[in-house]
């Protein structure tokens, strides 16, 4: 097939543009800026913007199938509405000219988030309804379940085939951008001062992009697939970093309400001094969810087979300290140094 491919060159879309070259697809990349790593298997690059109607209809001349990968991660943003026009507006362009030009397929990458996202220890499934009062404090969620709404909304008004695919938090090597693995980063750096009391789920990078993969031809339009490898306390996960890592996990364990005040009068006297806190409260806030789901259906219809966790964490591991290297002693402060910007 000749495929268009938003987000190519972040996490997940640097897993899985070589699956589909390898499968003998004709890659066409939409991109901002130049794109080394996608044009080196072959991928033509279109460079144009989500909301930029004209560029889209040319990128989308001849092209069967898209697959929709493009979004941004971030729980404390300067600007909502940036994620707002990310996310929904510019997927609800896209998809307006993808069914305009007849494209027979499209793949949009959410997130496990905009079904698992609750306050106590419950598996989610696709059958669950969208958690709008859970996720109200993060702008990021409430975008992506906008971007899904919107989404399924114009597959159900103009007939465009649709596949939503929701992965769970995204380990594994390759995070250049440091986007999804940055927990496991703030705990190699000693950045995590206790212990969040909930719980999350993960995926390699590598399965889920099998995934998606799969989905070009086994999703069912209109449908959702939860792609969550392993459901885990924070507790059991640092537990297993320390072990791979030799970086001692936090001993503190803290309320839910002394956590989450503590990150922000952490958060006020940083911004006393000009400086920067190491760790925000909205991550801290987050790290008191649960984020469990039951990924049986991607299991059923696309074949999705999460690997062994240790081989996750420990691959995960080996890319963050040969890439970013780990800190020099066993201290925690705020003057860690800051995950690397795009």
């Known amino acids: 097939m000749k495929l268009l491919v938003t987000g190519a060159t972040g996490f997940l879309g640097s897993h ?48 069967d199938a898209v697959y929709h990968l493009a979004g941004q991660v971030e729980f404390d943003p300067d600007d909502p509405a940036a994620l707002y026009d990310l996310h929904v507006q510019g997927t609800r362009v896209l998809l307006e000219e993808a069914a305009a030009a007849g494209v027979g397929r499209v793949i949009l990458a959410s997130s496990s988030g905009t079904i698992g996202l609750s306050r106590e220890a419950r598996v989610a499934t696709e059958d669950d309804d969208y958690p709008l009062a859970v996720a109200a404090p993060w702008p990021y969620y409430l975008s992506k379940i906008f971007q899904e709404k919107a989404a399924l909304r114009i597959h159900r008004d103009t007939g465009l085939p649709l596949v939503v695919l929701n992965p769970s938090l995204l380990l594994g090597p390759g995070d250049e951008r440091l986007g999804s693995t940055v927990v496991v980063w703030k705990f190699l750096q000693r ?21 998606f993969a799969a989905a070009l031809e086994r999703g069912r339009p209109g449908e959702r697939y939860l792609l969550g490898g392993h459901n885990l306390t924070f507790a059991d996960l640092f537990g297993r970093l320390e072990r791979l890592s030799g970086v001692s996990s936090p001993r503190l364990r803290l309320p839910p309400g002394v956590n989450v005040a503590g990150a922000r009068l952490a958060e006020r006297f940083h911004a006393w001094r000009g400086s920067e806190s190491a760790l925000d409260a909205p991550s801290v806030e987050m790290g008191e969810r649960f984020f469990y789901v039951d990924s049986a259906k991607a299991a059923r219809e696309l074949g999705f087979a999460p690997r062994d966790l240790q081989e996750t964490l420990f691959d995960t591991v080996r890319f963050l300290e040969a890439r970013f290297g780990r800190p020099a002693g066993p201290s925690w402060a705020a003057t860690s140094p800051r995950p690397p910007r795009p």
């Open 16 to 63: 899985l543009l070589p699956l589909l070259a390898e499968a003998g697809h004709a890659l066409r990349i939409l991109a901002r800026g130049p794109a080394p790593g996608p044009a080196a298997l072959g991928a033509e690059v279109a460079t144009a913007g989500l909301t930029d109607r004209d560029a889209l209809r040319r990128a989308l001349e001849g092209v």
């Open 191 to 211: 950045r995590v001062p206790a212990i969040p009391g909930g719980g999350l789920s993960l995926v390699d990078v590598r399965d889920a992009a099998r995934a």
